[in-house]
Each structure stands twice: as structure tokens, then as C-alpha cells.
């Protein structure tokens, strides 16, 4: 009951935060940067499959720490996921992809790490505002 509380919660923190970042803060700077390689619509199949993914492995190794460690322990933890995912991304497609923008991975990666240190430490605290966790 306390992961899939969790789960729940972490979902919406993340399509929240990443709907606003990537729909009204950074939009101008992607498509500024690297807009000849973004669809003219997404692929939102593929999306949602990551969203869906993506949140389970910040509920595992993330926000599952914060059950008794608190939530300044899930975030660093979520900063390190959102770090080493989106790190593993950008740094990839700086690589293999002709056009692909330096500084576009550097800013993405951050969020990543962002995203990854709000997402976890906001779920858990929300969950200790439910008593779902034994520090909150």
C-alpha cells in the first residue's frame, strides 16, 4: 500500500513539475537549440511509458529510503537518480547524434538531477503528511 501511495504521488509531483518545465519554462530554449530534431508532435505512447518506468525506479531507489531515513535522505538519493538517468541520455545522444546540443545535455541533466531531488523529497513528505512513513 505504501509503494503504490507512493507511486501515485510521485506521478503526479513529476507530470506536474516536467509539464511545466518542458511546456512553459524551457520550451523556447529546446527548440532554440535543438528544435530540427523535435517532432512536431510527440510520441505520446513512448512518453508515457517512460513516465511510468522512470517513476518506479524513483520510487525504489529513491523515495523508499525516505520511508525511515526522511526526506532530505530521498531526495539526495533522487537527485543521484535523476543525475545518473538523465546524465546517461544526453550523454549518449551527445555521442551518436550529429546536431545534438552540448549545452542542451548540460541543462537537461540538471533537471534530471532537479526533477530527481524534488520529485522523491515532495513524495516523501506528502506520505509522512499521511503517516505513511515512520520519520514524518
Do not use: C, H
Not at 517532432?39 to 505520446?44: H, I, M
Not at 545534438?100 to 516523501?124: K, N
Amino acid at each position: 500500500m505504501k509503494y503504490l501511495a507512493a507511486y501515485g504521488i510521485a506521478l503526479v509531483i513529476f507530470l506536474i513539475l516536467d509539464g511545466i518545465w518542458l511546456g512553459l519554462v524551457a520550451r523556447g530554449f529546446y527548440m532554440g537549440r535543438i528544435g530540427d530534431l523535435i517532432l512536431d508532435q510527440p510520441r505520446w505512447g513512448i512518453a508515457a511509458i517512460f513516465y511510468a518506468f522512470y517513476v518506479v525506479g524513483l520510487v525504489y531507489f529513491a523515495v523508499s529510503t525516505g520511508f525511515t531515513g526522511g526526506a532530505l535522505l530521498a531526495g539526495m538519493n533522487g537527485a543521484l537518480f535523476g543525475f545518473f538517468a538523465y546524465l546517461t541520455y544526453n550523454f549518449t545522444n551527445l555521442s551518436t547524434l550529429k546536431g545534438y546540443d552540448g549545452l542542451i545535455a548540460v541543462v537537461d541533466t540538471s533537471w534530471g538531477t532537479v526533477m530527481g531531488f524534488a520529485v522523491s523529497f515532495l513524495t516523501v513528505v506528502v506520505l509522512g503528511m499521511l503517516g505513511l512513513t515512520e520519520t514524518e
